[in-house]
């Protein structure tokens, strides 16, 4: 059966506390592994696609790096404005998501 | 360019009630898709499409009907609403061989 996990459910930083969120996935006929940010209220919005496992994406303060079998998100250095669900995501035609990471970064 | 397109934003249904939620993106997209996103679940596949004519089901597809008539339209249809489709519900598009997908801002049912 395809499957997205993402961990932790929820992650609470203080400004500037660097980490990473967790992505292990299972789908057949894999193509890419996607991350998305979701704002409260909000459909997703698209950060990234990762197709080989060693390669990396870079955006502002996230970094995105795929092995054979899981993904992270490094956040460094985060601002508030980082704060939101972080969604990961896989597959071709069908693609399927995690439950998502909750990210809250405190002043 | 408005992007992806939802109506309604909301709407309450009774239990056993019929209705049809709108999608339409007018980016020329190949591929639709339908979401639904319950707290703690994530976003699940319902029914995705990948062009005109042509769909397939999701992970969660049990008493939902699409069709993709056109490119730019891809309607969800709820048969007889069950208070377990109580949910936000989002469509989204992408291009064939790219993985950015466009959401639209969702719609939030309730099925009383």
């Known amino acids: 059966e395809d499957q997205v996990t993402q961990s932790p459910e929820a992650l609470r930083l203080q400004e500037g506390e660097s980490s990473s969120l967790n992505c292990s996935y299972t789908?057949?006929?894999?193509?890419?592994l996607f991350w998305y940010r979701q704002d409260p209220g909000k459909g997703p919005e698209f950060l990234f696609t990762?197709?080989?496992a060693g390669e990396e994406k870079e955006k502002e303060r996230l970094k995105a790096t795929l092995t054979k079998k899981e993904s992270f998100l490094h956040i460094t250095a985060p601002k508030p404005e980082d704060s939101a669900t972080y969604l990961c995501?896989?597959?071709?035609?069908?693609?399927?998501f995690g439950k998502g990471t909750r990210l809250h970064i405190l002043p | 360019n408005a992007g992806v397109t939802q109506t309604p934003k909301f709407q309450v249904l009774k239990t056993g009630q019929s209705m049809t939620l709108q999608c339409a993106q007018d980016?020329?997209?190949?591929?639709m898709s339908w979401y639904r996103q319950d707290p703690g679940m994530g976003l699940r596949l319902i029914h995705y499409?990948?062009?005109?004519?042509?769909?397939d089901q999701g992970e969660v597809p049990n008493g939902y009907n699409v069709s993709r008539s056109t490119t730019e339209d891809f309607p969800l249809r709820l048969l007889s609403a069950a208070p377990s489709q109580t949910s936000v519900y989002f469509c989204?598009?992408?291009?064939?061989?790219?993985?950015?997908?466009?959401f639209g801002p969702g719609t939030r049912l309730t099925v009383t």
């Open positions: 989204a598009s992408r291009r064939h061989g790219l993985y950015e997908q466009y």
């Open positions: 789908v057949s006929g894999l193509r890419g």
């Open positions: 990762l197709y080989s």
């Open positions: 995501a896989g597959g071709d035609d069908k693609i399927i």
């Open positions: 980016m020329n997209h190949e591929y």
């Open positions: 499409s990948v062009g005109a004519g042509i769909t």
